[in-house]
């Protein structure tokens, strides 16, 4: 019989037969079947359309969050000066990633401005009143917040420190003479993630670029210079700040550090325990300290970046042979580099050295490229990987920067959410060039000077045999 209807249809507006089935009726429960395919044809394009939609939004949402020095992709850590904690950075606790605080930020009036790490997730100035005196408040409060901040009461009791150093006070913001180029970060606190996304190809310097980088590294291997032969018992670590920032602003460059993601000091003095990013402040160095100072310093439009580790005064032999094996492994991956390298190679040469001798490299902090931007592509791991890290080129910029612990490579973050130190107290020690890829190897471009003075870790005469 004919497939008639009672008139009432299906969910896809097909009819609904009440007659046995025919061939008319078979042909219509086709045309209900192209009908429903259809539909969800339409549904499956608009949920493929909604997911490239989210998909491009989460990738530009990642490339504005950027990476922060001093981290590594795709890692939880803590925020990033001269050896970006592997950023999470890249300087971020134990560790967070770069910029995962979202602390507030405190703006002095100067040109030299600091975002403090406390009043973590609050605002200032918080109110229902008329504007003035919200105003007035806002005002109290920021006074209020640096005069804790600096005097330093804002340390939690509760946290316990893993070695023999504790923060002292830090002394006011130092401010940049007038005149001075400054990086893109120096008032705002925000350094640009520019160059550091997965998508970003390492930068080849050009001729005039690498011409002011040598004059960079220069300026910034005369600092580190002068800071290491401050070195000596009874001088503080904000001695040092100091004479880093005045020499800075003798030479026409600013401090690079200073307000990069808020760090509030002109340089990085990491005694003892302290793997990288210590605040100077008012410690003072003793008999037996060793220290790393990290200096890096902006110059017509170029970063250069160099650390070491001295001795304050007579150190033990334990102390000694830190140092010296860190300065080995460091010297065997420089030794590796020139064009054609895998940057993922430079780890393994670093680890393997350093483990055979009892020693650990840090995990957690990467060394960089660096140029017109502090941190950028690309970040080297200082232990075994196979990271596609790249491969080097002549006119690439980078820094090796290994971080060696006598002890545990783990570590803590202070309240301070800068100082990161050992979790077992033992000693770390550091060394860090800029180097640039040539035609034959590289070339240091913050490398020793004739006026540089001699260390015990270079005299074959005096290094330790390890």
């Given at each position: 019989?004919d497939?008639?209807?009672d008139?009432?249809?299906?969910?896809?507006?097909?009819?609904?037969f009440?007659?046995?089935?025919?061939?008319?009726?078979?042909?219509?429960?086709?045309?209900?079947?192209?009908?429903?395919?259809?539909?969800?044809?339409?549904?499956?394009?608009?949920?493929?359309l909604l997911?490239?939609?989210?998909?491009?939004?989460?990738?530009?949402?990642?490339?504005?969050?950027?990476?922060?020095?001093?981290?590594?992709?795709?890692?939880?850590q803590?925020?990033?000066?001269?050896?970006?904690?592997?950023?999470?950075?890249?300087?971020?606790?134990?560790?967070?990633a770069?910029?995962?605080?979202?602390?507030?930020?405190?703006?002095?009036?100067?040109?030299?401005?600091?975002?403090t790490?406390?009043?973590?997730?609050?605002?200032?100035?918080?109110?229902?009143?008329?504007?003035?005196?919200?105003?007035?408040k806002?005002?109290?409060?920021?006074?209020?917040t640096?005069?804790?901040?600096?005097?330093?009461?804002?340390?939690?009791?509760s946290?316990?420190?893993?070695?023999?150093?504790?923060?002292?006070?830090?002394?006011?913001?130092?401010?940049?003479?007038?005149?001075?180029?400054?990086?893109?970060?120096?008032?705002?606190?925000?350094p640009?993630?520019?160059?550091?996304?997965?998508?970003?190809?390492?930068?080849?310097k050009s001729?005039?670029?690498?011409?002011?980088m040598?004059?960079?590294?220069?300026?910034?291997?005369?600092?580190?210079?002068?800071?290491?032969?401050?070195?000596?018992?009874?001088?503080?670590?904000?001695?040092i700040?100091?004479?880093?920032?005045?020499m800075?602003?003798?030479r026409?460059?600013y401090?690079?550090?200073?307000?990069?993601?808020?760090?509030?000091?002109?340089?990085c003095?990491?005694?003892?325990e302290?793997?990288?990013?210590?605040?100077p402040?008012?410690?003072?160095?003793?008999?037996g300290?060793i220290?790393?100072?990290?200096?890096?310093?902006?110059?017509d439009?170029?970063?250069?970046?160099?650390?070491?580790?001295?001795?304050?005064?007579?150190?033990?032999?334990?102390?000694?042979k830190?140092?010296?094996?860190?300065?080995?492994?460091?010297?065997?991956?420089?030794?590796?580099?020139?064009?054609?390298a895998?940057?993922?190679?430079?780890?393994?040469?670093?680890?393997?050295?350093v483990?055979k001798?009892?020693?650990k490299?840090?995990?957690?902090?990467?060394?960089?490229?660096?140029?017109?931007?502090?941190?950028?592509?690309?970040?080297?791991?200082h232990?075994?990987?196979?990271?596609?890290?790249?491969?080097?080129?002549?006119?690439?910029v980078?820094?090796?920067?290994?971080?060696?612990?006598?002890?545990?490579?783990?570590?803590?973050?202070?309240?301070?959410?800068w100082?990161a130190?050992?979790?077992?107290?033992?000693?770390?020690?550091?060394?860090?060039?800029?180097?640039?890829?040539?035609?034959?190897?590289?070339?240091?471009?913050?490398?020793k000077?004739?006026?540089?003075?001699?260390?015990?870790?270079?005299?074959?005469?005096?290094?330790?045999?390890?």
């Amino acid at each position: 019989t004919d497939g008639r209807t009672d008139g009432r249809t299906d969910g896809g507006g097909g009819p609904i037969f009440t007659s046995p089935p025919s061939i008319k009726t078979a042909l219509a429960g086709n045309k209900t079947t192209m009908a429903l395919r259809r539909r969800t044809d339409a549904i499956l394009h608009r949920l493929l359309l909604l997911g490239a939609v989210s998909v491009v939004a989460l990738c530009l949402l990642a490339k504005g969050s950027g990476m922060k020095p001093g981290h590594r992709p795709g890692t939880t850590q803590p925020r990033r000066l001269g050896s970006p904690p592997r950023v999470s950075a890249p300087y971020s606790a134990s560790k967070p990633a770069p910029g995962s605080h979202c602390h507030q930020q405190l703006r002095w009036d100067s040109i030299a401005p600091r975002r403090t790490v406390v009043c973590r997730g609050k605002g200032f100035g918080a109110s229902s009143s008329s504007s003035q005196e919200s105003k007035k408040k806002t005002r109290k409060n920021k006074q209020s917040t640096i005069e804790r901040f600096l005097s330093g009461v804002d340390l939690p009791s509760s946290f316990k420190f893993t070695g023999e150093v504790r923060p002292g006070k830090l002394s006011p913001p130092r401010p940049v003479k007038k005149g001075i180029q400054l990086p893109e970060y120096a008032r705002s606190g925000q350094p640009s993630t520019a160059g550091t996304a997965p998508w970003d190809k390492i930068e080849v310097k050009s001729a005039a670029d690498i011409e002011k980088m040598k004059a960079s590294g220069r300026i910034a291997r005369e600092i580190l210079d002068a800071a290491g032969r401050m070195v000596k018992p009874g001088v503080t670590t904000d001695e040092i700040d100091e004479l880093v920032h005045r020499m800075c602003m003798e030479r026409d460059c600013y401090p690079s550090p200073l307000n990069y993601q808020g760090f509030p000091k002109s340089v990085c003095t990491s005694v003892n325990e302290v793997i990288c990013h210590g605040i100077p402040d008012t410690t003072v160095l003793k008999e037996g300290d060793i220290i790393n100072i990290d200096v890096t310093i902006f110059h017509d439009g170029f970063h250069g970046d160099c650390s070491e580790t001295f001795p304050v005064g007579e150190i033990d032999d334990e102390s000694k042979k830190l140092i010296q094996v860190t300065y080995n492994a460091w010297q065997e991956a420089i030794k590796y580099c020139k064009p054609g390298a895998k940057y993922n190679r430079i780890g393994g040469i670093i680890e393997r050295y350093v483990t055979k001798r009892g020693y650990k490299t840090s995990r957690d902090f990467v060394a960089h490229g660096i140029g017109k931007r502090f941190h950028t592509k690309p970040f080297i791991l200082h232990y075994e990987n196979n990271d596609n890290l790249g491969t080097m080129e002549p006119g690439h910029v980078f820094t090796i920067e290994p971080m060696i612990c006598k002890g545990t490579d783990k570590y803590v973050l202070w309240p301070d959410k800068w100082t990161a130190a050992t979790k077992d107290g033992e000693r770390s020690a550091q060394f860090e060039h800029t180097f640039l890829v040539t035609q034959n190897g590289v070339e240091a471009l913050t490398g020793k000077t004739s006026s540089s003075p001699v260390q015990f870790w270079e005299d074959p005469a005096t290094a330790i045999k390890v």
